[in-house]
């Protein structure tokens, strides 16, 4: 089977389409015939190796331990290992499953859910990482609730999108963070006022809002914070500046934190679980999130895919196709 592999870390240039050996699912694991998987902002820092101290946390310190690349998927089921009670062949599903930029891959039987059959397999594969890293952001270190005035900064990238649709479903009033040329898009998922960063300073407008989810973060923290109602929560799920972002949010936002106030801080890695997976098919089948998809690329393609994402432009998801006449 053919899949894309890296033997060092660098620019996408280091990305291969290779042959490699079709996987063999194993006790509690599923093969899974790949249509469709999307890009991650983890994918190319993996790629890349940054920031360097994740190569100490088990990424590989000179070179790649793993030499796959991508998590999100969806698919087909062609086996299941003889452990697995969840699926049977035929199945569509999905889900996460490591080196997902392939023909095949062999997630965990957890780790995936049946397909909505309302959506596609690209729409589908749009859905895992950028979609449980918004609803986690926003039900668990959030809390949000019903009513809530809640912000969303970064609002036209692929979590951002995800976060928008998710705050109305939770029914907060939504306002929306993006450039000019997203405004448009952003209302049209949902959010009830949109503010194009180019043009204005949402935080010395003096609204004050009871959640800010900071999917592109580049703002100082206390800039944020100035932003809060008296016991708003600012959560950080990335930033432009990772290094700095990361820092402000994970040692300053404790400091400047109140007991009974103010909270702000970063979400952290976000956790995939199967149960909400089916949370988000039940959305997906009801027509409350609808994945947004910016480009799609063939495999071949994948470097050109994650150069583009790199830019930091994309509105929404970038999905890898491997059949590119297959879209149901």
């Known amino acids: 089977m053919q899949a894309i592999i890296y033997t060092r870390y660098g620019a996408p240039d280091v990305l291969q389409l290779n042959e490699v050996e079709k996987p063999l699912p194993s006790d509690n694991r599923v093969l899974v015939k790949v249509h469709a998987a999307s890009l991650n902002a983890l994918d190319w820092h993996t790629m890349r ?5 994740a190569r100490l946390l088990g990424m590989g310190l000179r070179k790649p331990k793993s030499q796959r690349l991508g998590a999100d998927l969806a698919g087909r089921v062609e086996a299941v290992g003889s452990k697995v009670t969840q699926f049977q062949v035929g199945d569509d599903v999905f889900g996460r499953g490591p080196g997902a930029f392939a023909e095949y891959a062999c997630p965990l039987e957890t780790s995936i859910v049946v397909k909505p059959a309302n959506i596609t397999f690209e729409a589908a594969a749009a859905v895992p990482v950028a979609a449980i890293t918004a609803l986690q952001g926003l039900r ?12 969303i900064y970064g609002a036209s990238g692929g979590v951002g999108t995800f976060a928008v649709q998710l705050a109305k479903a939770f029914g907060a009033e939504v306002t929306a963070v993006s450039s000019t040329r997203n405004m448009e898009m952003v209302r049209s998922l949902g959010a009830d006022h949109a503010i194009d960063y180019t043009k204005e300073d949402f935080t010395k407008t003096g609204q004050r809002y ?3 989810l900071a999917v592109n973060g580049y703002r100082p923290i206390l800039a944020y914070r100035r932003a809060l109602s008296a016991t708003g929560r600012y959560v950080m799920v990335g930033s432009s500046n990772l290094l700095k972002g990361l820092l402000q949010a994970m040692l300053l ?23 909400d997976l089916l949370y988000l098919k039940d959305l997906l089948e ?30 929404g998801k970038v999905v890898i196709t491997m059949d590119q006449n297959d879209h149901t």
């Not at 409350?288 to 509105?315: C, F, M, N, Q």
């Open 49 to 53: 190796g940054t920031p360097f101290f």
């Open 140 to 151: 668990d270190k959030g809390q949000i609730q019903p009513g809530q005035q809640v912000l």
């Open 210 to 212: 009871d959640l800010i």
């Open 253 to 275: 936002g404790p400091m400047i934190s109140s007991r009974k106030g103010k909270k702000l801080g970063f979400m952290g890695e976000a956790n995939p679980t199967q149960k």
């Open 286 to 315: 009801a027509g409350k999130i609808v994945p947004v998809i910016d480009k799609s690329y063939p495999l071949s393609a994948t470097a050109e895919a994650i150069r583009y994402l790199e830019e930091g432009h994309a509105r």
